[in-house]
């Protein structure tokens, strides 16, 4: 037997073997499960709520260079079968005329089973208190004042359990269980003819001790205080070449876009060129990305986190990656695909969404590593300036080469001092600038949760991103 | 191997006949427990080759069946999926959920069901999905000579039944062929789409000569860098795909609801957008793959204008943001959130080959994608342009561009619209997830910007 109640592992071992005798010079079957229980609140008010289960088995092989997956959620020995026949046929169409064989790396695969144990288990607590919860972080925002007025809150809470079995032809062979919560919201308000919105994500893997440590009338509160700044008290934003500081929040969103995406070896080797495009480390020239306080940081392990995994989806032993250390350009993110390209062994990013997804190159939970300065100090070097507390939107080049940030809640800098709040202050960088303005790194640190999309068709993934404060020198205001 | 043929024949009708006995039976369970359901059985065969320089990267194939249930009770509602193989439980545990919920103030009793049972079934496609093989595709596409090209080419067959309780009892099966390509030209690339219920073949080669055209005719020209300010562009189908879905996700009686339309306070009549524009939701068009006569809520679909000659028509409803928000069920149910169903701008006046000449000075721009919005409310947004465009002088293409950005409102740039192709595509990728016909628009006053 195995985590999976009902799922025979001696099965998924026979089935992986008849890949192999049917021609495949590796082979895969994943079982995946993904449960959910979904609550949407609105002003206050349960909307509905929603279960859903999804399960199946995802194969992939390989057969003279091609590379197949098919899936199925017929559980059934004949779905298991019949995925196992449509999987091969699909790497034989794979393998007509291929130059660029696909092989696999080779790896120190594991044979574990690991699975995250909640403080508090979702089953300790029922529906209608979990949604009281909901309710009652709803009852404590403040919703107006004079002509200010909130005009709706929606949340939805959904907490997850996600099991898998992976077994490889080459030995791998992996059991885990990952328990995880995340709560979205958004909140619209507006002031005199003017609108705006926040959304917000919060999310981790464990049980309700999540909800515990991330205080939703907090959040929500402080949120609001934004875009009350943001609608009644800020002035119009500045233009020009000036200093600034950013948050924790835009740094992780930063080194998500433009230091992860673009060391995603798939990407970098054309294989999502059609879909979130290919990297500027495909053509730059040189090693240097930043200056000497910038490192960047992916790590699967990092507990409680909600990228979190032990071993990646072929099996591989999950790791901390230096993307950028120093300034330099650091190693890729690779599966075990291309790791054999690039004549290296996966550094165990191999991740898929659900049964129907194939593993490919991700991120798990990628932060800028902290330096030594507290906030004031990063405040008292800036005669002329801005600091972005907030974002409401930006965006990247398909080579992640040219980004943008609009802050939601900004403040000007005035002689090593915050000074009165910008409105929609927007600034776009090429990565190259971002990362060697940046001179002076805060010690804090923060995460934030979001799903981060690639593949065809796209999977959206858990991701946590994150950092301290940093302060960047002469930035192009718009 | 044995179980191809024991696959053979459980696919297709007879597999479809076994879960219409499914459904019956969960029928059978849940009428008693509740006030309202709805039952949606799905069976979905789907095959999918993806491309990289050219080669095939990889080759996928998906065999699905689902069973998805709408059920109400006392004014409490809940959405779920079923296990196949535990109905009663699952079913049972659902019930039992709702009896912990207040009343839900999203309520509102099922319309009367008006749909009817339909199907668009390419045999071609249907045959080559239940047997998950493409290799065909590559030959017909000629793949082998495409060149430094990347995408994607898919090909489906969906099965549906629904039954509510209501009484409505319909089912549909759509076939699909989708597909987009990316062609490389040293540092040029070109990008187009195709989408269709039929394994059109004229319809692909196209798609993929165009985007080896933008990639050649760019790599042709000197390439510049933009200046940022405000300027006359001429937007491609890729694009206009993008943005009209956007106004379309805005014009959901749902995102009104949720606080995320720019669309929000406005009433029919309104005026929008250029007089230029109209934009419908077209459900009934056989041709684009979100063809149905039916939506969830089980009422029949209609074609139906979001935007007439500028006008403002209406908010996309179903019967639960109708009765929040007063009005009627537009037949574009979402159990939740209404939707578009398969969208088009109607035809404009301009030749395709006339529209350099009438943007005369400015940018002709034919992809984007990571579009975002500033601030939903206002409709404030950018989205970053990718592949092929061209700086335009004089009616004639000067100059290839590096990626800029589109960074500007959406309500300014509806009515920023001075010209509309007579000739549309069929769009559906990445960026485009509803399937739409558009034609290239043409634009004054556009904001880009680009980093310094």
Redesign the interface.
Known sequence: MSLVDDIEIKNLEEAVGRLSVNGAIYGEIRFHRNRSLNITVMNGVVLGIGRETKEGYGVRSIVSGGLGFASTNNLSKEGLNNALERSLSAARTASRGVKQKVSMSPARLGRASYFIKPKRSFEDEPIDVKISRLIEAYKSLKLSENSFKVSSVNIVYRESVEEKILITSDGALIESRTPRISVFYNISAQYEGKRANRWFQVGGSGGLEILEENRLDKLMNDDIESLYINLVKAKNPPKGVMDVIISPEIVGLAVHESSGHPSEADRILGREAAQAGLSYRTFYKGTRIGSRYVTVVDDPTIPGSYGFYLYDDEGVSARTRYLYKDGELGELLHNRETASIYGTTSNAAARAMDYRSEPIVRMANTYFVPGDYTFDELLEDIKNGVYIKKYMEWNIDDIRWGQRYVGLEAYLIRNGELKEPVRDVAFEVTTREFYTSIDAVGKDLKFYAGTCGKGEPAQGVPVWFGGPHIRLREVRFI | ?V??A??KI?RGEIYMNEFEDVIERAKNIVEPLVDEYILLGTIKDE???????G????????????LDMYIAKNE??????I?V?KLEDDIR??VS??E???K???YAPLPQPSGKSDKEIDPKIKNAVE?????FV?EDLEL?NIGD????ITLSLTNELFLSSTGGKYSSSITKFNG???V?KDESSG?WSWTSTKYSLPLAKNAIGIAKELANDCNKLPRTKLE?GAYRVLLGPMIVGNLIEEVARAASAGMV????SFL?GKKPGDEVASEKLTLKDIPLNRELPGFRSYDQEGVGTKNKYIIENGVFKGFLHNSKTAKLLGGETTGNAGW?MPQSFNLEITEGELKSEEAFENLKNGYFLTNN??????????G???????DAAFKVENGKPVACVE?A?I?DSMPRILKSIEGITKERWPIEW?EVGTPTLTPYLLLSGIKL????
Request: proline share 3%; glycine share 4%; net charge positive.
């Open positions: 191997m179980w191809r024991t696959y459980k095959a999918m080759i993806k491309l990289a320089h080669e095939i990267s990889v080759a996928q194939s998906w065999n699905d069946i689902d409490r509602i809940g959405i779920y999926t296990n193989k545990k659902a959920d709702l912990k919920l207040e839900s103030p999203f047997s998950g093989d493409l290799s590559v082998k090209a990347a995408g994607m987009y390509v990316r490389f990008q940022p609801v949720f606080g995320m929000i939740i994608w990571y579009t975002r919005f500033q601030n939903y409310l206002e404030t947004f950018s989205t970053v342009t990718r990626r950005r960074a990445w910007t680009i980093p310094q």
